[in-house]
Structures are given as C-alpha cells and as structure tokens.
C-alpha cells in the first residue's frame, strides 16, 4: 500500500504558474461540485481552490480538507491508484473532526472498496459500516443519500465476488433482494438531487447483476437507471450504464438499438469535457463490436474508424496499456477481416513491439495467430509458420490446451504451404498428440490425416499407409463417445475421408494431390460479416471452428466485460483499474 505523509495535500501543486484567483469563489465551485457527488471535475477544483487559498495566506478547514481528499482519491487510477485508500481514510478522520458522521461513513467504505485486502475481509467490513450507517440514519446523524451510497458500495464488492461463491445463483438472487430493498429505501426520496445518484448507480448495478439471468428484466432496470442520472442533474455520461444497456441488448439479438444507444453516448461524450479518454474508447470499441459483424456492409468502414479512434484515445489515457492492446488487437483483426492484410500487420506488430506484462498472454497469442494469416495471404508462409508456432508455443501454457493444439495445425499447414514437407509432418505429429492430450479424437485425426499427405511426399507411401492406419483408429476411440450428434456426424465423414485417402494410397493409378495446398489450415472468412476475431479452420481438413482466446478475459458468469457485456464472455473492463466508487460497477 502506498503511503503518504499525514499533511500530503496532492491537490495543491504548490507555488508557481497559473494567475491569481479569489479564493473563495474558487472554494465555493469545488464545494459544489462535491457536493454532486463523484463530479470529474472536483479534484482539479479543489487544486485551484487550495493554491489560490495559500497564496492569499488562508487555511483550508478540515471539512473542505476531507472533501478535497474525497475528489483526489476518486481519481487515482491507473499507476496512481494504490493511493486512493490512504486518501479516503485520511478524509474519513477529517470528516469525523468536522462532526460529518455519514460523509466519514462513505470515505471509510471506499477505503475499503479499494484497499488490498480480498475481497471477502472488504465486504465484512463493508457489513460493519452498513450497520453503523443505518443506526446514523435513524438518529437523523446521516442521510438518505449517505446511507444509501454506504449500502451500494457494499453490494458493488459482493457482485464482484458472486462467482466466486458456492452457489453463485443463490448469492446473485440474495443480492437482487438487497437492491431491490436498496432502491425501495432511496426512491420515495427521489426529490432531493442527491439521492438520485445512488439511486440511478443502484438501479445499474441490479441491472447487472440480473442480466445473465434475465435479459427482459435487466433491460427495464438499466433504462430506468438512465432516466434516474438525467433527472439527478449529474452533468457527467452515465457511460457504464450505457455499456451495459448496449450489451445485453446486444445478447438479445437487439444490435440496431445498441448501435444507437452508443453511437448517441459517443456524441454526447464529445459534448463534454467530463468523460474520460478511457471511457472515449471503452465506447468506440463496444459501438465497432456492435457493429461488426451486424451492419458490415455499410458500417465495415466506421467499424475501423471507431478502432482507428480508440487506438489513439487509449494511448492517450495512458490508465492502463491493455486498452490499447484490446484496441490494436481489434483494429488489426478488423484490417485483416478486410483483406488490408500489410495494415493489418502494421497494427498488429506494434502489439508485440509492447513491453509484456502478466496477463497479456493471450494477447499475444491472437496478435500472433492474426499475424500468421496476414502472412499466408501476403505470400510469406515461413514468417506464417514462425508466428503459428511462436503462438502455439504460448498457448499451450494456458489451461485450455486445445489453443495451442489448433495453433499447432496451424503452423503444419503454413510449413506444408512453404515447401518443407518434413517439417509439416512432424509439426502435424505435435498437434495430433496435443489433440490426444485433451481427448478430442476428431481433431487429432483430421491432423493424422494432413500428416500423412506430407509422410507420403517426404518419405513414401508405406509410411504414409502407417499414419493414415493411425488416423483411422483415432476417429474410431472417438465415435463412442461423442459429444452429440454433430460431433457424431463429423466423425463418421473423417472415417470416410480417411478410408478413402487409404484407398487412394494403395491404388497405384490414384491421381493423389500430394501438395501442401490441401489442406487450408488457416482460413478465415474474409466477407464483411465476420466477427474481427475469429480464425475458422472448418474445412474438413482442420480441426474444425477456432477462434483465438480473448484477452483479459471475463473470469465469470456475474461480471462484465470491456464492452458492456455481461456472463465472462470476452476482457473483463481493460480500462485501468478504478476506485470502483464511481459508476455502476
């Protein structure tokens, strides 16, 4: 945990640049824009406030010293944020000093919302401060708006650990309950600007929560959200609830009215100097989502205007360097997706070009797999092959093996393309054992069957009898245990394929094309439909549908994703971690 001295003042930049100014009339702004709670603007207020207020030779009372505290803490992001809890701490004793029970209430709960400890000792604490808020309340010593906004930030950190609790939909309804009771004690209050705020972030988060089990229901949650932040006069986007809205209207089939819901909150974002770059972009790449793949005929070229724009907006926020890998990841794919195959390359070489940090793994491995394809069509199948293989490599240290598995037939195929039969077949050994090793027989049959091609062509046809024989047993220890019906029907055609190249084989008038070409382990749908990330092999000859891993991906049924969407189906928030005080989540 990062410290700071007991005096640290991070507000006040100290003596030297900038005009005079009153300082009352710049104490009286920063104690309104406090008082909106959570206003962006704030914490530079309270700068401005602080140095005109020590140039004049004036004090800052304690009470405005905890607010100003407040403002700073709420913007520690990124590098800064380890910061934030010692900032809320400090404030809460000054809040106390100044006789602000329910405002020391807040700050003591958003230091431990942010705080190191897990998460399971944070939301006991959280419990602890819920009770005192409700016994301040009663006394009339904290309001409603006070009260509520300690109860949210407790639900917020249990929503956080719903996956991780026994039975997660039990918790999830348990919570529901809570925020239902939540919003049933903040709404006939609704009057008073200040509970519209907690009020508005309430509604969001039980929109949350209720998505991935009720789509229907979440959407009039999450709507009703935003009508409770325009009425709260808060002048800042609503931008997490926007995202959300956007995707579970995307989950359920809704793709025009998502693209609308986010193409008027990248307007409006552009009205404002109140949202931040990272939010600029978080927005662009769920509207270039939305789009893809939806409205591609006419929106490919706004889809990579919307990605060309968060490439630069991340790099801009400089809050965290995986928003700009998401978007460069997604850029490239979308050039490539596109045929802009040297573009593609361009973009997504400067993602490997970064400094490697944890968890930027599958990164890598999608930026690498992206750059093989490009690669194929550019006419360079051994730079291909390098990168499958580089790709692979780093994939078959994630849990699910069967990325580097694919990646592996991959790098067979682009050996088998570049002349080097050899090669090919002992690269399409390596996938079959890793097929083997995570029980999928189908697939290590399929590369069973692309080895023998280059067996035949490298060291004969007795050889080759010997893997496509091999082959052939694979598919068999495959057929009694199925999946399904699909899964049934694609074995029983590799049998067949392979009984037929067997055949081939040993007819010696066969016309038998020996040639790498056949088998196309590295298609990719290149049509405007497609969704910018995915690599498809299903051509009979490669082990079927893949798609690279997402990045920073969403660790669980309950939570969300950078673009709004809900249920660990895709990376989780990339923007830099928050103080998780402010927004719906």
């Known amino acids: 945990m990062t410290s700071l001295p007991s005096d640290a003042r991070p507000y006040d930049r100290g003596p030297g640049g900038g005009r ?58 990124g590098r800064a944020r380890p910061a934030a809890q010692t900032l809320f701490s400090r404030a809460a004793e000054l809040h106390e000093r100044s006789g602000q029970p329910g405002k020391a209430l807040i700050s003591r709960a958003r230091a431990l919302a942010t705080g190191p400890e897990p998460g399971a000792t944070a939301c006991a604490g959280l419990a602890d401060l819920c009770e005192r808020a409700a016994v301040l309340h009663e006394a009339g010593r904290a309001t409603v708006a006070q009260t509520a906004t300690v109860l949210l930030l407790r639900c917020r950190a249990r929503a956080d650990l719903l996956d991780t609790a026994p039975d997660p ?26 509970v519209l705020g ?109 990605l060309t724009e968060a490439v630069r907006l991340s790099d801009h926020s400089g809050e965290d360097p995986r928003l700009g890998v998401l978007a460069r990841l997604r850029l490239g794919s979308a050039h490539a997706a596109r045929g802009r195959w040297q573009e593609a390359v361009t973009v997504l070489e400067a993602v490997l070009a970064g400094p490697a940090r944890d968890g930027d793994e599958a990164a890598r491995v999608r930026a690498r797999a992206w750059l093989a394809f490009c690669a194929l069509r550019l006419g360079d199948p051994e730079r291909a092959a390098r990168q499958y293989a580089l790709a692979a490599a780093e994939a078959r240290l994630r849990a699910d093996r069967r990325h580097g598995a694919a990646l592996s037939h991959r790098a067979a195929h682009a050996l088998g393309t570049a002349g080097a039969p050899e090669k090919a077949a002992r690269a399409y050994e390596r996938a079959a054992d890793l097929w083997r090793s995570v029980g999928d027989h189908g697939a290590a049959a399929r590369s069973l069957r692309a080895r023998a091609r280059h067996v035949r062509t490298a060291w004969g046809t007795a050889r080759a009898e010997v893997v496509l024989e091999e082959a052939l047993r694979e598919a068999q220890r495959g057929l009694p245990g199925a999946p399904g019906p699909a899964e049934h029907d694609r074995l029983r055609a590799e049998l067949v394929s392979i009984r037929e190249e067997l055949t081939d084989l040993l007819d010696p008038g066969a016309d038998v094309d020996s040639g790498a070409g056949v088998d196309s382990g590295a298609g990719v749908d290149t049509g405007a439909g497609v969704d910018a990330g995915a690599l498809d092999t299903d051509d009979g000859s490669g082990p079927g549908p893949w798609s690279p891993p997402d990045p920073y991906e969403a660790s669980g049924h309950y939570q969300i994703n950078v673009y709004g969407d809900v249920g660990g189906s895709g990376p989780p928030a990339a923007a830099a971690p928050r103080t998780r005080v402010q927004g719906c989540v």
């Not at 702004?29 to 206003?39: D, F, K, P, Q, V």
């Not at 918790?171 to 200040?194: K, Q, S, Y």
């Not at 039980?206 to 949650?221: E, I, M, N, Y």
């Open 20 to 77: 005079p100014e009153d300082p009352d009339t710049l104490l009286d702004r920063a104690r309104r824009l406090s008082a909106a709670g959570g206003h962006p603007a704030a914490g530079r207020a309270w700068e401005r406030a602080a140095t005109a207020l020590r140039r004049a030779g004036g004090a800052i009372t304690p009470g405005d010293h905890a607010d100003a505290l407040d403002a700073t803490a709420l913007d520690c992001r």
């Open 169 to 194: 939909a039990a918790e999830a309804a348990a919570l529901r309950e809570d925020l239902v009771r939540l919003v049933a004690f903040a709404a006939p209050h609704r009057t008073d600007p200040a």
């Open 198 to 306: 907690p009020l508005a972030d309430s509604r969001a988060l039980l929109g949350r929560v209720t998505a991935p089990d009720d789509p229907a229901v979440a959407l009039t949650h999450l709507r009703a959200a935003l009508a409770d932040h325009g009425a709260s006069g808060r002048p800042w986007p609503p931008t997490e609830t926007q995202l959300l809205l956007a995707g579970v209207l995307r989950a359920t089939g809704a793709h025009a009215e998502a693209a609308t819901v986010l193409r008027t909150a990248v307007v409006s974002g552009e009205e404002t100097a109140l949202l931040r770059a990272a939010d600029r972009a978080r927005l662009r790449l769920a509207l270039a989502r939305t789009l893809d793949g939806h409205d591609s005929r006419e929106g490919g070229a706004e889809v990579v205007s919307l």
